[in-house]
């Protein structure tokens, strides 16, 4: 039997098959996947194969193959450091709830987001929440930054949650499609997903710093169907969005105005800081980039990457 994982707990894995059912499965013996030293070894978003065996009274499904990914989203373990825990797999799209202030969504956290997202090839869409709070000059700045990532090539949706505006946008573009959202604590993310399903009511606050640094290997997907032919991957540990081990001379890449010039820079691999005859810093000058994504190319580039995504990313307000 085939199925679809929508639930994990660490043993125990809920797996929905194509005539509705949902089936408790477990992994019989060591389940390892090449080339990933996991905590947890299949993931929420998962295709698994399985068998179904009774044992004592019960019926249970014993898992023993796993369908190649698409695409997959980790965090790296706090205690196991050379090991990393999936958050979900096979995603076709993150949203990031994004406001101006109350609280304030830094430039910084929008850009980490985006270069995970880019990293892990899964398509990105900004949503400007709570336009109905800001005043006249507020929104001069909201409708700067919405444009900054139109002009790069990211889909930006501006709504009020709380009142409806945008929402049927956000519902289309989920249709038949399993959407995972981002975003800091009391940015509305649960306003919006009650808006998107009534009836749905999941806990969508966000957890403590210190928990998430705590016990985030810890934390359980789960997946939702929703009414409207969509799927919801709902956790409380997903505002980090993943960690991402990546190369110093890779990181411009997952920057894509930045890529785009990458072949005019007189090196091939120029980190466009203090090389001759690079493209991006001309481009700064010029005034055809934004000075703030910039900054945050150079603001990871000169830490630990994978370090920084650890703690930075939960510390911006």
């Not at 150079?298 to 990313?313: C, F, G, K």
Request: net charge negative; hydrophobic share 35%; aromatic share 10%.
């Amino acid at each position: 039997m085939q199925g679809l994982v929508y639930k994990s707990t660490g043993s125990w894995y809920t797996v929905k098959t194509d005539d509705g059912n949902f089936h408790e499965c477990r992994i019989k013996g060591k389940f390892r996947i090449k080339g990933i030293k996991s905590t947890n070894p299949i993931a929420v978003g998962d295709t698994v194969t399985f068998n179904l065996e009774t044992i004592g009274d019960e019926t249970v499904g014993i898992i023993s193959g796993i369908e190649e990914r698409k695409n997959y989203i980790i965090r790296k373990s706090v205690n196991l450091s050379k090991q990393v825990h999936i958050i979900a797999a096979n995603i076709d799209q993150a949203f990031l709830l994004v406001t101006l202030n109350n609280p304030t969504t830094y430039t910084a956290f929008i850009d980490r987001f985006l270069v995970t997202s880019e990293a892990y090839e899964i398509p990105a869409i900004l949503l400007f929440n709570k336009l109905d709070t800001y005043d006249p000059d507020e929104m001069v700045e909201v409708n700067f930054l919405m444009e900054l990532y139109r002009n790069i090539g990211y889909q930006v949706i501006g709504l009020s949650a709380k009142k409806g505006d945008g929402v049927e946008k956000v519902k289309d573009l989920m249709e038949s499609k399993i959407s995972m959202f981002s975003g800091n604590s009391g940015v509305g993310k649960s306003t919006l997903v009650n808006a998107l399903e009534p009836g749905l009511q999941l806990k969508t606050s966000e957890i403590s710093e210190q928990h998430l640094q705590g016990q985030h290997t810890t934390t359980f997907a789960e997946m939702y169907d929703l009414s409207f032919g969509a799927k919801i991957i709902d956790t409380p540990g997903i505002r980090g969005f993943g960690i991402v081990d990546m190369e110093k001379d890779e990181l411009g890449d997952y920057f894509p105005e930045f890529f785009e010039l990458k072949s005019e820079c007189k090196f091939n691999n120029c980190l466009h800081l203090d090389e001759p005859k690079c493209a991006v810093k001309q481009a700064l000058e010029d005034g055809e980039l934004a000075w703030s994504r910039y900054r945050s190319y150079v603001q990871m580039l000169e830490e630990d990457v994978a370090e920084s995504y650890r703690t930075d990313i939960y510390r911006e307000r």
